[in-house]
């Protein structure tokens, strides 16, 4: 079955800065790639996704970029606040079947 | 306002005893599924209901078996739980199944001892 692995188990930058956590992919058939976050103590909760027909999505300050060749995609969060201190799960879908998650990144934010 | 909610939130039992976590969604979602959450392992996926009564074993369904006779709840039970499945546990709906965003619950921290 499909294997989501992200890069970054810590990832720790500095307030106003950009973080980027970057996860790859093992089954060309996906074609959905959605992102949770997990605050301290608290559940998940999605926060954006992309599908195949793209390769780059932006909410606010979230960008999600596809590189279908390389079978990889990455979140970009821009300038940075301590509110998006959190773990980020990266997902990949095949269409129509379950969605399989990577281990999570932990990012914390420094003031 | 779109929820998952789970109960008990809090539950420590003895081994060998059984175990019933409980969840609901007020969303009509299709699809449930039951996670387990260890430090640094993720998210692993118990089983998945597609709709009442059609249920399917996820990466870790040993130990674990689910029941959905009505479309909003989905219970997972431990027969005789063991010290391994203390962890927490994450009930997630959907709309449809793959490729539609699912919504989690608060979690079940459970114990066992």
């Known amino acids: 079955g499909e294997k989501v692995e992200q890069h970054e188990s810590t990832l720790s930058v500095r307030e106003g800065d950009s973080a980027v956590i970057n996860c790859t992919y093992t089954?060309?058939?996906?074609?959905?790639f959605p992102w949770y976050k997990q605050e301290a103590g608290k559940s998940l909760h999605f926060v954006i996704d992309i599908r195949s027909n793209v390769d780059r999505k932006q909410s606010q300050r979230l960008i999600v970029l596809l590189d279908k060749k390389a079978k990889r995609f990455s979140l970009h969060i821009t300038a940075t606040q301590p509110e998006d201190s959190a773990i980020y799960f990266c997902?990949?879908?095949?269409?129509?079947?379950?969605?399989?998650f990577g281990d999570g990144t932990q990012l914390v934010v420094k003031p | 306002d779109m929820k998952v909610t789970q109960m008990p939130r809090y539950l420590i039992k003895r081994m060998g005893e059984n175990v019933l976590l409980e969840c609901g969604q007020d969303?009509?979602?299709?699809?449930m599924y039951w996670y387990r959450q260890d430090p640094g392992l993720g998210l692993q996926l118990i089983y998945i209901s597609y709709d009442v009564d059609s249920n399917s074993e996820g990466d870790i369904p040993k130990g674990y078996r689910v029941s959905r006779k009505k479309r909003e709840h989905f219970s997972l039970i431990l027969d005789s739980a063991k010290t391994n499945q203390t962890s927490v546990y994450f009930c997630a709906s959907s709309l449809n199944w793959g490729t539609y965003e699912q919504y989690f619950g608060p979690g079940t921290r459970l114990t066992v001892l």
């Open positions: 997902a990949a879908s095949m269409s129509n079947n379950r969605i399989f």
């Open positions: 089954d060309t058939a996906s074609s959905y």
């Open positions: 969303m009509s979602h299709e699809t």
